[in-house]
């Protein structure tokens, strides 16, 4: 169903009202996008990065309190089909538009993401049959599970280089990926005077490099889409700063002080706001590219290089 951004930012508005007392119910659930309709591979630019910003908002509650849904799981699906699918992986390659390493990088982090979607199971003979896969996980556990029950705190350690190399990649005029200051800018100190960050210096902090996006490079679209991400966060921390909040979880993260599992998968759709952005001129190309990918995929019995539909979404006759 093609759903316009006004109504998905409406529906993600009611589900955060719905779910203010941190209590998920019946009622809420009512305003799941995939519940009133929505096709994510149907949808045009502006409701897409209208859902990333509005299913941001759902994922991650004030106390860091998270429900990954299906929701979540459909668009990392077709954002990762229209980003980096058999298709998109062309135009990259042809193009130079990634480093094969971010490439990678990219790609763990959404299989990250989707690792642990799993469809419904309501006959009693697939409740016994993960009963007893239960029993047996638990006498003899498997790496791969046990990886697969990590996988959201793997994407939270993931996804801040990831958020990194994107920024690096939009500032390129002033700073390389290895860190190397190319252009001289000013920015704020940590006394927030105002200073000059000179060429041949390093950039050791992300938020400086969110900062030199934000004020040197992005144009004022970006920026707006930028400020609708910071004002969430801003809600959820009660900072004022969420670029500091950002910062500071990457620090803590990084030093072992404390994990986040619960932010991954919005730091995740932060990078997929920066990426989906850069190709709006081409989005409509990517789109059709994706959406004759997976279907044809999916004629084939061929799913393993595609993101979308994700497998929780697909019958165990396609898999």
Known sequence: MLMSADRINELCEKFCLATASGTYSAESQQ???LENGIAFHELEYDALMTSIIGLSKVLIRPGLNTVIDFDHYALWGW???LLLGPMAQIKIH???????EINDLYQTCLRSALANCERPSHPEVDREVKRQNLIRSAMNPDGGERLKSSSHMILAYLAFPLLEANLKQIASEFVGLDSVVIKDFTRLSK????CTQHAGTEISSLKILLNLVYDHVATPDLKSLIDEFRFHLNEVSGKSDAFELIYKWRCESLHGNTNFPTIGGVILNFCLLLSIFKIKDEFASYQTDANMTWR???QRNMTQDNFYPPACFLNPIQL
């Open 31 to 33: 305003h799941r996008l």
């Open 79 to 81: 954002c990762g089909e």
């Open 94 to 100: 042809n193009n130079q538009l990634m480093q094969h």
């Open 191 to 194: 006394k927030d005077n105002i």
């Open 296 to 298: 044809l995929s999916l």
